[in-house]
């Protein structure tokens, strides 16, 4: 008799295969869950696999819009980066992909979730917290951190032996010295021979942008469009690209022949140890750069500061630690919409070999940059004497400073 | 009889031209003060012509070192930044200049000092503030704010006028259509035609950096050393630099070179009007770069989030607007060495058409990094089942939210 | 011919009562102008006074319903605070009353908006912030910053003699060594003797707020009721007040009479002076007590965390600094309602000679606090060995820190 | 044969008394840790006791003066205060205890120390992260975690018949219906019927501190004086006291006398968990509010700003949550100290039941607060024209969000 029904994230490789093989082993019934959130994959191999070791089903969720529209988008509306350059490809999908499980073991009647993460990882982390703020009352079964698992398969050859004895079928390609996960939105690569912090990564690991040596040497233009801080149409000469997954589509084929979106960098994962990961982020490095640009144009600078000074790190850091679904990041969510109701307006953008160069931007409807009152050439409407009395009040302060400073013996230095 | 001595911050242009000369028409003696910042300057021409127009004294301060050793340098540490982009490249020399002319005043007798700042920019705040600090008592002449002079020199050709009237020589080069403000850390462009902020800055505008597409075909590398995140030792090929001036030289020719280190914006002025702003800003584009690489590998997470979050946009704003000679941005400062304690290592880099392009990082003495102890390929030292206990603790504050939404008919939703 | 009609904000005193007379003087029609914010004050005496020295028109707004439900409620709803201490009063009439003399403007027809406030305060800045913010094209005159008026008006002396001239009534009773500024929420005493910031206040200063000492010896309790954050009940004994109205008389009634609420300090004016103040703050003390305490009950850690140290700050500040109608302040004020969804429940309450003291609170409808799950003595929902990874995760950073200052000799200390 | 030293944090009380016999049990000899940190405690009686147990030792480390000098002293100057009311008195006290125990481990040859905190609470966590800090290779038991001690000991009436067992005395006098934990800065209560945070504890359970209807009707004035934020002098009418240690007994003692210092809370433990707990905080609640009186007279408007919103509660959640002992509260220290140069002065403060009042304060050396230049009634030194320039520069960004909104059919409003 069946211990019950196991909703496992699936992805046709070596390890969730082993894991689906031993869950059954175990006594479950297994629903094979796997989400379509543009990576390059073929689903239906993964299917067959599935079906062939033995799952029960094999569900594949097409997620590509929501996570566009409810994640992407507003990921670039907050300029959301991590330790200054990471642009959070993978920590964004998790809660797609989170809420894609769960409605599926729901639908299923599944008691559990299972995952293949590892132990010291944070997406493990970012899955459970989703799935217990999504199903408070959900099973996850984490075989990479169950002993008994863990410890049956200690080594790659383990692994391969399970599958050999279990007749799942195993790739013959030589396996890469690193690991990737890739959505529509960028590719990471780690572990292998990254964990070396200086060990350049080859030429060949890079795999969906072009190397900015090899980009075409004749530039590209376009032009971004934002209402409200979410990119609403981009124009890339004649073809006009205006649904969110045509736009972000668009963006992210043309900024990856351009050579746009890579990154090498060492981390700081959630679990309180540090990681060297390899990053292409194509779309969001485009998308994100015109975003802060058009900002710079129709958004008031305190409004923007307040923004960039908690919003934007809190948010970040939160999706990154796998609290999309909390009280705090529902909370922050709040805030980035009343920050953008005037990020109206278009930016012109040049992309050469790795470059996104800014070529101008303009708004109709904002009006914070008044070229004649910022113009040195001119004094319409601006008293100089004000500065004056501006420069006057904020003196009371420095002057008391330097007389103080004096006073002590210990006078303001460089 | 003399209304007293004056000391005036004279450029050799037009400008600063017709106030010494206005000046002297008041009835003050005027030292003209120049500071070598870096800047590309005929400081011969520029002392003649002012005493030609009646100077008491020319006085030339070299402050290239200081400005490299207690300005830029902790800039890259604290890894500075103003609204995303700018480097702040204009903001950072002011602080040096203010002081080197006050030092002047104060040994010349002056009761005053003198700039030809206009009255809607941001440097006659910083240039003011910091007099202030540096000397409570020093009275401040700004021409652009006086009705008398404003009002007189309404347009260039009165400033023409006076020039020929008082016999002050005037370049026959035509003005370009935009100002510039150059030091070596950088040159800004500004006003004229950029007053549009849509319109693409003509390529013969640039100066000092190489255009990308121009930019050599051939990558070079390079290494930074940091010893507490300052910048210790920069190794291009054969050639070595160790001391602060040299690196920051060294840094700049290559950087420039390559291409790396233009931007536009559109930023905010402290005096409440946005502007648009042209900056190459190479040598802090490359050091910044590499110090941020350096920190991933070296600086404790929470660390850096504190100093990410409160220091660096503190400071940044602080310099921006014409702070640094204040209470507060001496205590920011403060904050800034103690973060660094463990930014020591090197950073490998490549230069290539505009990018910079992270090679890899090591450090002989922190321990942060531990390649094992992060590796997905290995236990040692760690016990997957403390994630376990990790994740629950977590998971409670999280279920109780996936609990509570749900009893109010208001379930977790992406 | 008149120059035009300015709407005044008019108090009945000695100083707007000149003002009122020299505006006439020089040529405009007046529109006396007053609000009703709760304060004791003869509403009608200003009247004829105003209309006898030759207003054209005197306005009353009743602006005390409006003041409670979009200020001082929201107030309590995010703790608002400046400089630890001071809970605003003065700061939070301010945009209710400006707006009231917008409106009065408008509907009058005036070009002008006119205000007896000084030069040195802040409220000149509040009001005249307020103003621009809502009519753009609103002149503001201010005669304690016009030279022609406060050169005139050096003194007490020539207000007196001005009054005597024009035939304005002034009131035999002595002044008092301060100044004062009251509404429904508090009083302000400042300026004369006060200016000595160690200097006691008299016994008989303090006019709202029973003195701890004469308070009843008998303790008061009552239940205050939050939904969302907002007072929406108070129970003191058989009575019960429901509307924001009633619940904030009763509130500040309760609170007066058992010595609750005064503070003195010296404070930050946005001016950039430092300034000595006396308040009485009874309501706001207490409510903002119970609603602080409920939050302690009923408000996620990390919502609050979020809240304490971004939003009620920054909201305080710009309420102090004249702020309310700015886009940043908008932006803050969106971000106080989402925090306060759970923030149900009920606190009991004692009062005693100036202590409001914490006697209990429950909430029906919320579930962070569960006395099972907290219980040093149950384990249920609980296994005390996850605490066990959890600590052992945090120590990974924790154990590389004492490793790191023991390798270099500088072990971790006290 | 041994298998090694344990050295036991021994309270004398029933749970430790059994933990240390069953350490005994499992064949570890333990030296019997105590530390001296103000509470009210027979040390003799809890010597004999872990002697006749079977301890290997008694050691008693004093650490008051370390107490008051590094940890106490420096929350008063930082303002230490957690989720608005609480103090951390308990947390304040776990630094300190754990050096010394780590000390004595060292000392004693101990391969691991132990303690017999719960799972559930916060001290298990500030103990161990501070023992892995000060000595990351210690070992840690944490009976209370262990399924094998918490499974055999699952009642109180377990512990009662294991001590009978073993011949540990136990006193006679019935369990209070809640726990204590005391030092000199303060004692807290939870648990038992407290646990209901609806149940107003009993008048009987306040053990410090006057029932503040219970306390003097006479008032009590007293000065404390200041040197860089730190306490250094406190009058009581003819008494002086000077050292550290004496003033915080002398303020503590007054403090209790009059009632000063009880709060009632519901917490945020680190475990994500609420719990309710009373406190007594008399010395920390006088030195703490006359502290912060004093920074209004002397500390700069934007570095207090920078250190409330920053420094404050980042310190006070770091020691909460049992960080002391970490890079990132090495580095909140740091910014204490360069905060508090200019506050130096003296705070005159008056006790009446319960009751703080600020009677006035002064400085001999601090310029910030100028009493002429604040005057209402003079204007020497300030030109009043000068704060319409300030004014208007601000009105700048402020008339465009008027013009803005209403040009967008969306009127600024209250």
């Known amino acids: 008799m069946s211990k019950g029904k196991v909703c496992l994230a699936y992805s046709g490789g070596l390890d969730t295969s082993v894991i689906l093989a031993w869950l059954l082993e175990q006594g ?3 629903v094979a869950f796997m989400a379509n959130i543009g990576q390059e994959e073929d689903f239906e191999a993964a299917e067959k696999k599935a079906m062939k070791i033995g799952a029960t ?35 964004l999908a998790r809660p797609v992909i989170s809420k894609a499980q769960i409605d599926v073991a729901e639908k299923e009647g599944c008691f559990a979730v299972a995952h293949g993460c590892t132990g010291k990882g ?64 960028h590719i990471s690569y780690e572990a292998g021979i990254l964990e070396d912090p200086d060990c350049t990564p080859p030429k060949d690991m890079w795999k969906l942008i072009t190397d900015p040596s090899d980009a075409p040497n004749e530039p590209q233009d376009l032009t971004i469009f934002f209402e409200k801080g979410l990119p609403v149409k981009l124009v890339i000469g004649e073809k006009k690209y205006t649904t969110p997954l045509e736009i ?20 700081d994962r959630y679990i309180n140890l540090k990681s060297r990961g390899c990053y ?17 144009l129709t958004l008031d600078r305190e409004v923007r500061q307040l923004r960039d000074q908690f919003v934007t790190p809190s948010y970040s850091r939160l999706l990154y630690n796998g609290s999309y679904f909390t ?74 400073y330097g007389e103080s400073k004096k006073a002590k013996g210990d006078p303001v230095v460089l």
Chains 1, 2, 3, 4 share one sequence.
């Open 28 to 30: 479950y019934e297994v």
């Open 57 to 91: 089903k094999f569900v594949l969720s097409d997620v590509r819009k929501e996570f566009v529209e409810k994640i992407l988008f507003p990921a670039v509306q907050v300029n959301a980066v991590y330790e200054d350059v990471y642009l959070l490809g993978t920590s």
């Open 122 to 185: 944070n997406d493990q982390i970012r899955f459970e917290l989703a799935f217990y703020a999504l199903k408070p009352d959900i099973k996850c079964i984490a075989p990479w951190r169950d002993p008994e698992f863990f410890n049956r398969f200690a080594g790659r050859k383990d692994l391969l032996d399970y599958a050999a004895e279990k007749g799942i079928p195993v790739t013959q390609t030589k396996a890469k010295p690193w690991s990737t996960d890739e959505n529509m939105a």
């Open 248 to 267: 972000f589509h668009a963006a992210s084929s043309i900024a990856r022949k351009h050579g746009v979106g890579r990154i090498d960098i060492v981390e």
């Open 280 to 296: 292409e982020q194509a779309p969001l490095t485009l998308l994100r750069k015109a975003h802060v640009d058009l900002e710079g």
């Open 327 to 400: 009280p705090e990041c529902e909370y922050v969510r709040s805030m980035i919409q009343p920050s953008q109701n005037t990020v109206n307006g278009q930016v012109r953008i040049r992309l050469y070999k790795g470059n996104v160069i800014i070529l101008g931007r303009s708004s109709e409807t904002e009006n914070l940059y008044d070229a004649t009152e910022s113009s040195m050439d001119e004094l319409t409407g601006f008293q100089p004497t004000d500065t004056t009395g501006f420069i006057a009040i904020q003196a009371i302060r420095v002057k008391k």
